[in-house]
C-alpha cells in the first residue's frame, strides 16, 4: 500500500511512537475479511462494542500497552470509492474475564470494571479513498486512531468501544470497515476476493465468484463461477473458453515460469499487461465452454489431506487471442484458508444505532472488524 494512501493522522497527541503492530485476527494480516461493518463511519450516531479474546490477540501482549487502533475499509468485490469523513469519536476500552460468547446486548453492562476513555470525543478526519484496484490485497486504512490515554493490556477479554455522536443518525454511501463474520462462531475457513479481474480487453471484469454457502473445508466441494468472459453462440459456432487454475501457499511460492509470483503483474513478459496480476501458482488447472452469458460455473474438491489453515489460491482467465504474449485475460483471485481461520466464537460485536441502550440485534457472535493494534 502506498504511504500517501494512508489514513490522515486522527489526533495529534504527545504519546511515543508504536514499536509493534498486531493484526487481529491475525489471518486477516495478509488478506482481506469476509464480511464489512458500518461502524464506526457510515452511521452518524451510535456505538459499536467489540469483544476479543485472548487466542486472537498478539502472543506475550499481557503487560504491552496499546497506543492506538486501525482501521482498514472494506475491499469486498464491487466496494466503490469512498469520499472523506469527518465523525465525532470516542473510543472506550478494557479488560475482562468473561469471554465474548457469553457477552449480553446492554452497552453500560457489558463494559468491565476498569473501563476508560482512550480517545475523544474528538472529530476524526477520514481522506476520500479510491475503489479497490487489480493490484489490491487489503483494504487501505480508513481510519487511525492514538490514544490520548494509552492502554496497559492485562489478561482478559478485550473490549473496544466506538462511540459517534453527530446526531440525527444518518447513513454515508460508503465508509464500510473490513472485518469477519463466523455467524454463531461457525468458522469454515476464510474466503477472500483479491484484486479486481481489470485484466481484460471486454468492457466487464472478468470475474471468479466462490458461490457455495459453505466454507472451504477439506474433503469437501465447492462451486465457482466465471464471469465476464466471451459467451458461446451455437448460431454462429462461436465457442467461449474459460480456464480456471488453483496453486498452494500462494504467498510463500518461489515465482518460476509459471508464476510471477503473489499479486505480481505479467508486465515484464508483456507490456500491454501491465494492469494484470498473478494470484494463483498455475498447479493444477481445467478449462470449459462458457454459456450465452459468457459465464462457465464449475466445482474444485479441496483436498481431504489439507491442514486446518491450509492456503489455497483460485484464478481464472479466458482465451485472448488478441494478445500477442500471453494469450489470455485474467480474473481477479480467490484466496482460501481451509477448514478454519481461528476466529471462531472467540470474538463477538454489538452495534447500538443512535441513543439505543440495547443492541436491537444482539450479540453478533463470531463478528468483529479487522483491528491493527499499536503497542
Given at each position: 500500500?502506498?504511504?500517501?494512501?494512508?489514513?490522515?493522522?486522527?489526533?495529534?497527541?504527545?504519546?511515543a511512537l508504536a514499536q509493534s503492530t498486531a493484526t487481529v485476527p491475525p489471518v486477516c494480516e495478509t488478506l482481506p475479511g469476509n464480511a464489512a461493518v458500518a461502524m464506526p463511519l457510515r452511521w452518524s450516531e451510535g456505538k459499536l462494542q467489540v469483544f476479543v479474546d485472548p487466542p486472537l490477540l498478539p502472543q506475550n501482549f499481557v503487560g504491552e500497552t496499546v497506543t492506538g487502533v486501525r482501521l482498514r475499509r472494506s475491499v469486498l468485490p464491487g466496494d466503490t470509492a469512498y469520499p472523506a469523513i469527518s465523525r465525532t469519536l470516542t473510543v472506550r476500552a478494557g479488560f475482562q474475564n468473561q469471554v465474548a460468547a457469553i457477552v449480553n446486548g446492554n452497552f453500560t453492562q457489558n463494559r468491565p470494571p476498569g473501563t476508560q476513555i482512550v480517545f475523544g470525543p474528538a472529530v476524526v478526519n477520514a481522506p476520500a479513498l479510491a475503489a479497490p484496484g487489480p493490484s489490491t490485497t487489503v483494504g487501505e486504512e480508513i481510519v487511525q486512531i492514538t490514544f490520548t490515554t494509552p492502554l496497559p493490556v492485562v489478561a482478559g477479554t478485550m473490549l473496544l468501544e466506538f462511540e459517534v455522536s453527530d446526531p440525527p443518525l444518518t447513513v454515508s454511501s460508503g465508509h464500510w470497515v473490513d472485518a469477519v463474520w463466523y455467524p454463531d462462531g461457525a468458522d469454515d475457513g476464510l474466503v477472500a476476493a483479491v484484486g479486481d479481474g481489470s485484466c481484460t480487453t471486454r468492457s466487464v471484469p472478468t470475474e471468479l465468484t466462490y458461490t457455495s454457502a459453505d466454507g472451504p473445508v477439506a474433503g469437501t466441494t465447492v462451486d465457482l463461477e466465471v464471469k465476464g468472459a466471451p459467451p458461446t453462440n451455437p448460431t454462429t459456432g462461436e465457442t467461449g473458453f474459460a480456464i480456471v487454475w488453483v496453486g498452494t501457499d500462494p504467498e510463500n511460492r518461489t515465482p518460476g515460469p509459471t508464476y510471477v509470483g503473489y499479486g505480481n503483474t505479467f508486465a515484464a513478459a508483456d507490456p500491454l499487461m501491465a494492469n494484470c496480476y498473478q494470484w494463483a501458482p498455475f498447479d493444477v488447472a481445467w478449462f470449459g465452454a462458457t454459456d450465452g452469458a459468457g459465464r462457465f460455473a464449475t466445482t474444485f474438491a479441496i483436498p481431504s489431506g489439507a491442514a486446518i489453515g491450509a492456503r489455497l489460491a483460485l484464478q481464472a482467465g479466458w482465451l485472448d487471442v488478441s494478445r500477442p504474449v500471453i494469450p489470455l485475460s485474467l480474473s481477479n483471485g480467490i484466496q482460501l484458508v481451509c477448514t478454519?481461520?481461528?476466529?471462531?466464537?472467540?470474538?463477538?460485536?454489538?452495534?447500538?444505532?443512535?441513543?439505543?441502550?440495547?443492541?436491537?440485534?444482539?450479540?453478533?457472535?463470531?463478528?468483529?472488524?479487522?483491528?491493527?493494534?499499536?503497542?
Open positions: 500500500m502506498p504511504e500517501n494512501a494512508l489514513a490522515i493522522a486522527l489526533f495529534a497527541c504527545p504519546v478454519g481461520a481461528g476466529v471462531e466464537d472467540r470474538c463477538s460485536s454489538f452495534f447500538f444505532p443512535g441513543q439505543a441502550q440495547i443492541s436491537p440485534w444482539g450479540p453478533q457472535l463470531g463478528q468483529m472488524p479487522v483491528l491493527l493494534l499499536d503497542y
